[in-house]
């Protein structure tokens, strides 16, 4: 599920400090992100490259998107959690609470708090803007620093997220629709039909 994880990271207009960031996230309904996402592991030496797009809603619902390298859909209504490889006609189900993560909770699924999730550690000052670098305060199996990277004006560039085995995500954002109106079905767990159905 760690492909999961690596896209548990919402784009937003970044504020100067973590409260106002946090009150920006509580104001978010809804949002679709176009994304590319590159993870390296430190036993490989070309990083892995993806695409797609994401969808999230507050309550925890969200949709991904992969197109590239292959299609995948991950989908979760809030309850259940699905991912579905087309190549392989294999969906995987499985329930929220076995993949929860505190951080994914406060920067993906917007049921947390980020005061109560993450400590604002520092700032890098640079010539395309800022980045600043949180550091989860909550146990999590997962993640051990978060660098958000956003432009002079506010706005976010990309996310790099240090996993503690040593694996390096970094998300860039290519375009965002803040508080869409998400279509009858976005967010439904459903397994297509002819579909060999995997689960924990």
């Known amino acids: ?69 292959e299609k995948t859909l991950i989908v979760s209504d809030g309850f259940q959690i699905m991912v579905y490889s087309p190549k392989d006609r294999t969906a995987f189900v499985d329930r929220v609470e076995r993949n929860s993560s505190p951080v994914v909770e406060a920067l993906f699924l917007l049921s947390r708090p980020l005061s109560e999730v993450f400590d604002l550690v520092g700032e890098i000052e640079g010539t395309r803007g800022k980045a600043f670098i949180l550091k989860p305060k909550v146990k999590d199996g997962h993640f051990s620093k978060v660098f958000v990277e956003v432009s002079p004006k506010g706005d976010i560039r990309s996310v790099k997220v240090e996993e503690r085995e040593g694996i390096v995500t970094t998300v860039k954002f290519a375009s965002v629709v803040y508080n869409f109106n998400p279509s009858e079905g976005l967010f439904r767990v459903r397994v297509p039909e002819g579909a060999k159905i995997l689960r924990p």
Do not use: H, N
């Not at 992100?33 to 507050?58: D, L, N």
């Open 1 to 69: 599920m760690k492909f999961v994880l690596a896209l548990l990271l919402l784009d937003c207009v970044f504020a100067q400090t973590l409260e106002e960031f946090q009150r920006k996230l509580e104001e978010l309904r809804s949002i679709k992100v176009v994304f590319s996402q590159s993870v390296q592991y430190p036993w490989q030496s070309r990083p892995e490259t993806s695409k797609g797009v994401f969808y999230a809603q507050k309550g925890g619902k969200f949709r991904i998107e992969y197109e590239q390298p």
